[in-house]
């Protein structure tokens, strides 16, 4: 097909028929307000809107804290963490998926932009085949269920292993291990994260085709994603570093 593109005189209104796509660059702060509320429920309504039931008898997987705090029974129902859009599934409105937002939840905003633009023109063009809502719905709870075997991203999830995990830190004395940046433990929940969400943006390139491949959760990750997972642990360690600049710096 042919592609046009039109730049509209300030304060002037016109009308264009036979429309593809529109593609509305919002800025750094993401802006939805032109659409009406039907359209931009599925980018601006809260995860905490949303829950989803924990299978019964479900265990997390064990990490530093386990042998701390024991196997934590999750609240009947459990919030999708960050990693989730709970209305979206890869950037599409599950209620109508010809309604897409590009957004970003890891470290590596540029490239993960990158590979979900990749995404959606994929589905676009149909290089990708846009699953059911019933499916987007299915993998979204798969998702979700990754997410609550990750420390950090299950705290903010499921009330009652934030609980537990308050009241070590409070019987610590405000000085548990998890703030100490040096400790093993600390540092095998970050990059279990880190690791966590580099296979999912893994997961996304390889869906769209991105010429770039940092491998999944499944089949673990690649050099080129374990590159990005020990550049983001030096990022964050850097960040804890005393300062021992010179002066005159």
């Known amino acids: 097909g042919e592609f046009a593109k039109y730049i509209p005189i300030p304060g002037s209104e016109f009308d264009i028929e036979e429309i593809d796509t529109i593609i509305f ?3 750094y702060r993401p802006n939805v307000s032109m659409l009406e509320p039907s359209l ?10 949303k829950r989803m039931r924990i299978p019964d008898g479900w265990k997390m997987k064990p990490n530093p804290l386990t042998e701390e705090i024991g196997d934590i029974e999750p609240i009947y129902q459990v919030t999708p963490s960050y990693h989730v ?8 409105a599950i ?11 890891t470290d590596n905003p540029l490239i993960e932009i990158d590979a979900r633009a990749w995404l959606l023109l994929s589905y676009i063009t149909g290089k990708t085949e846009v699953p059911s809502p019933e499916e987007m719905e299915r993998r979204n709870f798969e998702d979700t269920m990754r997410d609550m075997d990750i420390y950090t991203l299950r705290y903010d999830m499921d009330k ?3 609980i537990a995990v308050d009241k070590a830190y409070y019987d610590a004395g405000g000085d548990h291990w998890t703030y100490d940046v040096n400790d093993p433990r600390t540092q095998f929940l970050q990059k279990e994260l880190n690791i966590h969400s580099t296979g999912q943006l893994g997961e996304r390139m390889r869906r769209a085709g991105y010429p770039l491949d ?6 673990g990750l690649t050099k080129q994603g374990m590159d990005i997972v020990n550049f983001n642990e030096m990022s964050t360690y850097a960040r804890y570093l005393e300062d ?6």
């Open 25 to 27: 660059c919002t800025g």
């Open 40 to 49: 931009r429920n599925s980018f601006t309504t809260s995860n905490s809107n």
């Open 85 to 92: 859009s709970a209305f979206l599934y890869d950037g599409m």
């Open 95 to 105: 209620s109508n998926p010809s309604m897409m937002f590009i957004h970003q939840i």
């Open 160 to 162: 009652a292993y934030a």
């Open 214 to 219: 940092f491998g999944t959760r499944d089949e």
């Open 244 to 249: 021992e600049s010179p002066a005159e710096w």
